[in-house]
């Protein structure tokens, strides 16, 4: 079984990065559109928390877009695998909470299709919540170092156990 895991994870990774790579970039090339669908929810934002480095949401989406492509791009390829879907998961959050309000739209097609993006969103965030939570695989060469290390100290104990009983011997003489 696992060894037909494997290539399906192999597959998923890169399917679950692609629109984050896709918008990143979209988003380094023409950051206006999504500043200005952001912009009230970044300023009431921005006004409360005082690290953030800009109070422009131009600058603040530059920022997520460089984020999310880098990030999309390190899981597609498999680095960091664990660091990337935590950092993706996290940075999906201000999305889900900003982005395709489908309650405030009046024309039902609007209503329709943002309730779509919404639930793929949402949807997104849970594969990446899954994939964040994955157990750790070995490589091969660790696992061998693993066995290894258990063989080798078996070994010390019954090494240190027969020299115990020798010395015993020796002592009784």
Do not use: C
């Not at 309000?101 to 039902?108: K, S, V």
């Amino acid at each position: 079984m696992k060894a037909f895991m494997q290539p399906i994870r192999s597959l998923a990774r890169p399917l679950v990065a692609l629109p984050f790579v896709v918008t990143g970039l979209e988003t380094l090339r023409d950051p206006r559109a999504r500043a200005e669908q952001v912009a009230p929810t970044v300023k009431t934002i921005a006004d409360r928390v005082d690290w953030l480095p800009t109070r422009d949401p131009v600058a603040l989406v530059r920022i997520e877009g460089a984020l999310s492509l880098s990030t999309g791009a390190l899981l597609a390829l498999g680095r960091f695998k664990r660091l990337t879907t935590l950092l993706l998961t996290v940075q999906l959050v201000p999305s889900l909470l900003t982005e395709h309000r489908y309650w405030t739209e009046d024309d039902p097609e609007r209503r329709t299709s943002e309730r779509s993006h919404l639930l793929k969103n949402v949807s997104l965030f849970g594969a990446l919540l899954s994939m964040t939570t994955e157990p750790r695989r070995r490589s091969a060469l660790a696992r061998r170092a693993r066995d290894a290390r258990i063989r080798a100290g078996a070994e010390t104990r019954h090494l240190r156990k027969h020299a115990t009983a020798e010395a015993k011997k020796l002592a009784k003489r």
